[in-house]
C-alpha cells in the first residue's frame, strides 16, 4: 500500500515536471514568434506606405484623365466609360466630326483634327494622281518616238567617235612634245636648285646674323641714349669746379680740383662767366690738365677772345666728366710693361685700382672678363696676338674691338694710359710684380698697403 503510494506521488511529480517543461518550450516559442513578428512589422509599414503612395499616384493619374475627357473626378469610371463610348459613337460619322457641340472634352477635339489631317491626305493624293496620269500620257508619247531618237543619237555618236579619235591621235603627239619639254623644264629647275641651295642657306645664316647684330646695335643705342641723357643733364649752373686764379702772361689757370677728386691729366674743361646759369651762355674759353695734386690742378688756358678774359671765380664745366667720377677703361692684346714679350694685364690692373680707376672689361686670351658698356671711357690696344699661330685669340681680339667701336669709345696705347696713370714704371726695366698673378673679380691683387684698392673691384661689376 506504501509502495503504491509512492508510485503515485513519483508519477505525478514525473506528470508535473514534463507539463511544466511543455508549458516553457511552449512560451519560449509563442515568444520568439512575437519577436520575428515584431521584427517584421516595420518593413511591413514600409512596403504598405509606398502601396499606398503608388495607389495614390494612379488615381491622380485617373482624376487627371477624368479632367481631359471633360467629367468631373468624382464621377464613377464605369459612367466616364460609358459617356466616352456615345461620344465616340457620336462623331465618328465625317459630317458630324466637325460640328462640336462640347468643346471641354478634349478628345473629341483630337478626333476632329484627325479628321480634317485625313480630308486633306485625300486631295492631296487626288493631285497626285491627276499628275501621275499626265505623266502617263507624257512617256508613252516618248516611247514612241524613241527609236527615231535613238538611231539619230547613234549617227550623231559615231561622227563625234571620229572626231574625236583624229582629236586623240593630235592631242597624243602634243603630249609627247609637251613631256620632253616638261622633263627638259624639270632638269633645269632641278640644276638651279642645287646651285642656289648653297647660296640659300648662306643668305639665310647672313640675315641670321644681321637680325643678332641689329638687336644688338638696339641695345647699344639705348645705352648711348641713356648715357647722352645723363651728360645732357648736367648744368653750368651747377659747375664741376672753379678757377682760384689764372696769369695771363703763361696762360696757366690754378682750379679746385685734384686726384682727390679723380681728377687725371689731360681732362678738358669748358670756361664760363662766373654769373652764367645755362648751357646756352657763350663759353670764354676751355682748360687741360697737365699737373694733378690732390685738391688743386693746373692747366693750360686758351681765351677766345681778349675782351672777354679768363677772370678769378669763373666756372669750369664738362659733360664727360663730374668729380669724383671713375675713368672707366677696357683692356686688350699683350700689355708688356717688362719688355719680356709676356702680357702684364695683372699689373696694370693693379695700376688703374690704385689710381682709383675701374677696368669694365678685359680680354685675357679668349675669355672675356666684364663687359664693355657705354659708360667705358677708354680702349687700351696691346699688342695683337698673331692670326696664324693662334687664330681663336686672334678672332677674340678681333671682336673685342669691334665691340669698343660700336660704343664709339676712343683707342689709347699702353703707353699712353701709364701716362694718364702718372705711372713712370713703364721703362722695360726688372720691376716687382704684384703678388698675384691672376686677375678676379672683387678681390685685391696686391696683399700689402703698397697697392691697396681704393675701389674694392678690378672689373666694374655688372
Same mark, same amino acid.
Given at each position: 500500500?506504501?509502495?503504491?503510494?509512492?508510485?503515485?506521488?513519483?508519477?505525478?511529480?514525473?506528470?508535473?515536471?514534463?507539463?511544466?517543461?511543455?508549458?516553457?518550450?511552449?512560451?519560449?516559442?509563442?515568444?520568439?514568434?512575437?519577436?520575428?513578428?515584431?521584427?517584421?512589422?516595420?518593413?511591413?509599414?514600409?512596403?504598405?506606405?509606398?502601396?499606398?503612395?503608388?495607389?495614390?499616384?494612379?488615381?491622380?493619374?485617373?482624376?487627371?484623365?477624368?479632367?481631359?475627357?471633360?467629367?468631373?473626378?468624382?464621377?464613377? @469610371?464605369?459612367?466616364?466609360? &460609358?459617356?466616352?463610348?456615345?461620344?465616340?459613337?457620336?462623331?465618328?460619322?465625317?459630317? +458630324?466630326?466637325?460640328?462640336?457641340?462640347?468643346?471641354?472634352?478634349?478628345?473629341?477635339?483630337?478626333?476632329?483634327?484627325?479628321?480634317?489631317? #485625313?480630308?486633306?491626305?485625300?486631295?492631296?493624293?487626288?493631285?497626285?494622281?491627276?499628275?501621275?496620269?499626265? +505623266?502617263?500620257?507624257?512617256?508613252?508619247?516618248?516611247?514612241?518616238?524613241?527609236?527615231?531618237?535613238?538611231?539619230?543619237?547613234?549617227?550623231?555618236?559615231?561622227?563625234?567617235?571620229?572626231?574625236?579619235?583624229?582629236?586623240?591621235?593630235?592631242?597624243?603627239?602634243?603630249?609627247?612634245?609637251?613631256?620632253?619639254?616638261?622633263?627638259? #623644264?624639270?632638269?633645269?629647275?632641278?640644276?638651279?636648285?642645287?646651285?642656289?641651295? &648653297?647660296?640659300?642657306?648662306?643668305?639665310?645664316?647672313?640675315?641670321?646674323?644681321?637680325?643678332?647684330? #641689329?638687336?644688338?646695335?638696339?641695345?647699344? @643705342?639705348?645705352?648711348?641714349?641713356?648715357?647722352?641723357?645723363?651728360?645732357?643733364?648736367?648744368?653750368?649752373?651747377?659747375?664741376?669746379?672753379?678757377?682760384?686764379?689764372?696769369?695771363?702772361?703763361?696762360?696757366?689757370?690754378?682750379?679746385?680740383?685734384?686726384?682727390?677728386?679723380?681728377?687725371?691729366?689731360?681732362?678738358?674743361?669748358?670756361?664760363?662767366?662766373?654769373?652764367?646759369?645755362?648751357?646756352?651762355?657763350?663759353?670764354?674759353?676751355? +682748360?687741360?690738365?697737365?699737373?694733378?695734386?690732390?685738391?688743386?690742378?693746373?692747366?693750360?688756358?686758351?681765351?677766345?677772345?681778349?675782351?672777354?678774359?679768363?677772370?678769378?671765380?669763373?666756372?669750369?664745366?664738362?659733360?664727360?666728366?663730374?668729380?669724383?667720377?671713375?675713368?672707366?677703361?677696357?683692356?686688350?692684346?699683350?700689355?708688356?710693361?717688362?719688355?719680356?714679350?709676356?702680357?702684364?694685364?695683372?699689373?696694370?690692373?693693379?695700376?688703374?685700382?690704385?689710381?682709383?680707376?675701374?677696368?669694365?672689361?678685359?680680354?685675357?686670351?679668349?675669355?672675356?672678363?666684364?663687359?664693355?658698356?657705354?659708360?667705358?671711357?677708354?680702349?687700351?690696344?696691346?699688342?695683337?696676338?698673331?692670326?696664324?699661330?693662334?687664330?681663336?685669340?686672334?678672332?677674340?681680339?678681333?671682336?673685342?674691338?669691334?665691340?669698343?667701336?660700336?660704343?664709339?669709345?676712343?683707342?689709347?696705347?699702353?703707353?699712353?694710359?701709364?701716362?694718364?696713370?702718372?705711372?713712370?714704371?713703364?721703362?722695360?726695366?726688372?720691376?716687382?710684380?704684384?703678388?698675384?698673378?691672376?686677375?678676379?673679380?672683387?678681390?685685391?691683387?696686391?696683399?700689402?698697403?703698397?697697392?691697396?684698392?681704393?675701389?674694392?673691384?678690378?672689373?666694374?661689376?655688372?
Amino acid at each position: 500500500m506504501k509502495l503504491r503510494k509512492q508510485a503515485v506521488t513519483i508519477g505525478f511529480i514525473i506528470f508535473f515536471v514534463l507539463a511544466s517543461i511543455g508549458m516553457g518550450v511552449g512560451i519560449y516559442l509563442i515568444y520568439q514568434q512575437w519577436d520575428e513578428n515584431n521584427a517584421k512589422i516595420p518593413d511591413a509599414v514600409k512596403k504598405l506606405t509606398a502601396k499606398e503612395a503608388e495607389i495614390a499616384g494612379v488615381q491622380k493619374d485617373i482624376n487627371t484623365l477624368k479632367t481631359l475627357v471633360g467629367c468631373p473626378e468624382s464621377m464613377r @469610371r464605369d459612367y466616364v466609360f &460609358d459617356i466616352i463610348d456615345k461620344d465616340m459613337e457620336k462623331y465618328s460619322s465625317p459630317t +458630324l466630326g466637325l460640328e462640336l457641340e462640347d468643346a471641354d472634352k478634349v478628345y473629341a477635339k483630337i478626333i476632329a483634327k484627325m479628321f480634317s489631317k #485625313i480630308q486633306e491626305q485625300k486631295t492631296t493624293l487626288a493631285q497626285r494622281q491627276a499628275e501621275l496620269e499626265k +505623266l502617263k500620257v507624257v512617256n508613252l508619247s516618248r516611247e514612241k518616238n524613241k527609236d527615231k531618237e535613238l538611231v539619230s543619237l547613234i549617227e550623231s555618236s559615231k561622227k563625234d567617235q571620229q572626231t574625236l579619235l583624229a582629236a586623240i591621235n593630235n592631242s597624243s603627239a602634243q603630249r609627247d612634245s609637251i613631256n620632253k619639254a616638261k622633263e627638259k #623644264i624639270y632638269a633645269e629647275l632641278d640644276k638651279i636648285f642645287k646651285d642656289n641651295e &648653297d647660296q640659300f642657306v648662306e643668305a639665310h645664316n647672313k640675315i641670321a646674323k644681321a637680325n643678332d647684330s #641689329i638687336k644688338e646695335l638696339n641695345v647699344i @643705342r639705348e645705352d648711348l641714349q641713356r648715357v647722352a641723357n645723363a651728360k645732357k643733364s648736367k648744368s653750368v649752373n651747377r659747375p664741376d669746379g672753379l678757377i682760384l686764379s689764372y696769369n695771363p702772361m703763361t696762360k696757366v689757370a690754378v682750379i679746385n680740383l685734384g686726384s682727390g677728386n679723380n681728377l687725371r691729366n689731360q681732362q678738358t674743361f669748358s670756361i664760363y662767366p662766373a654769373n652764367s646759369t645755362t648751357n646756352t651762355t657763350k663759353p670764354k674759353g676751355t +682748360l687741360q690738365v697737365f699737373q694733378v695734386n690732390y685738391n688743386q690742378a693746373l692747366c693750360y688756358a686758351n681765351e677766345f677772345s681778349a675782351s672777354d678774359p679768363i677772370t678769378m671765380g669763373d666756372k669750369i664745366f664738362t659733360k664727360g666728366w663730374t668729380p669724383g667720377d671713375h675713368v672707366r677703361y677696357a683692356l686688350c692684346g699683350t700689355l708688356d710693361l717688362t719688355g719680356d714679350g709676356k702680357n702684364d694685364v695683372d699689373r696694370v690692373l693693379t695700376y688703374i685700382q690704385q689710381h682709383g680707376d675701374v677696368c669694365d672689361a678685359y680680354l685675357d686670351g679668349t675669355t672675356v672678363h666684364g663687359k664693355i658698356v657705354a659708360e667705358t671711357q677708354f680702349y687700351v690696344v696691346g699688342t695683337p696676338p698673331e692670326a696664324e699661330k693662334n687664330p681663336a685669340e686672334a678672332a677674340a681680339f678681333k671682336n673685342f674691338v669691334s665691340q669698343a667701336k660700336r660704343y664709339s669709345i676712343p683707342e689709347i696705347t699702353l703707353q699712353n694710359l701709364m701716362s694718364r696713370l702718372e705711372t713712370k714704371e713703364l721703362t722695360h726695366a726688372n720691376s716687382a710684380e704684384p703678388q698675384n698673378s691672376q686677375p678676379s673679380y672683387g678681390v685685391s691683387r696686391s696683399k700689402d698697403n703698397t697697392f691697396r684698392s681704393r675701389t674694392g673691384n678690378r672689373v666694374m661689376p655688372r
